[in-house]
């Protein structure tokens, strides 16, 4: 069966520290990947999104950075965080079939203080 | 462009009584339906899909819903609310051309009421 495998739970970090969250699926070959922030009372905001290594698209401009360097791992990267930076952050994996739902992992806590 | 919409941000409800989470989708191809339930700091699960086989799709916990595409709506359903259905409620929409994203409702909490 297929695993997400997301760390760290909880991260607090000072504002201008950089930023390497990691997320590793098993179980599967050639996933989708995703990254979302979700803020307080704010839904689901989609960052970055992966079909293959190497290829990452942005949703949205930011502090932020995602690289795919194997296949089944997904990075989520800042050289320096911000304030506006905290949030709970979502890794997420699917199969390119459009009928066919989301995994995601159990989420990163980050505090920037 | 391909969006959901939740009506209500928070929604409470007495144990046992119905709940009713709205969603509505925009849409200009057939869309395929997603609700998930977050509990706190946790990941996302998913309670049941539409993905065009039967319009009204049962999921896990006794929660169902009913695809209206008269509506462009996938509310979603259950008789009898539980304790342990606190929590919070999205809706997602993915769509074939826009590859392979989804899109997500700001969300509804639900608040289950002894």
């Known amino acids: 069966s297929q695993t997400i495998h997301q760390w760290p739970a909880t991260l607090v970090q000072p504002v201008g520290s950089p930023l390497s969250l990691e997320c590793t699926v098993e179980?599967?070959?050639?996933?989708?990947l995703y990254w979302y922030r979700q803020a307080a009372g704010r839904g689901l905001q989609l960052l970055f999104y992966?079909?293959?290594?190497?290829?990452i698209s942005s949703e949205v401009p930011q502090n932020l950075s995602a690289s795919r360097p194997q296949d089944r791992q997904f990075i989520l990267s800042s050289k320096k965080l911000l304030l506006s930076d905290s949030g709970f952050y979502l890794c997420?994996?699917?199969?390119?079939?459009?009928?066919?739902?989301?995994?995601f992992g159990q989420g990163t806590r980050l505090t920037v203080v | 462009a391909q969006s959901v919409t939740q009506l209500g941000s928070h929604v409470s409800v007495s144990e046992g009584a119905l709940v009713l989470l709205r969603c509505n989708y925009s849409?200009?191809?057939?869309?395929?339906l997603f609700w998930y339930v977050q509990y706190p700091n946790q990941g996302l699960q998913l309670l049941l899909k539409?993905?065009?086989?039967?319009?009204l799709v049962k999921g896990i916990n006794g929660f169902e819903a009913e695809f209206k595409k008269s509506e462009t709506s996938f509310h979603l359903t259950k008789p009898s609310a539980h304790m342990s259905d606190a929590a919070e409620y999205f809706c997602?929409?993915?769509?074939?051309?826009?590859?392979?994203?989804?899109?997500f409702g700001t969300g509804t909490s639900l608040t289950v009421i002894p």
């Open positions: 997420a994996w699917s199969v390119g079939r459009v009928n066919t739902e989301a995994f």
């Open positions: 179980g599967t070959s050639n996933p989708n």
């Open positions: 992966s079909v293959g290594i190497g290829q």
């Open positions: 849409s200009s191809v057939p869309p395929y």
């Open positions: 539409y993905t065009s086989a039967a319009t």
């Open positions: 997602a929409v993915r769509i074939l051309d826009t590859g392979n994203q989804f899109y």
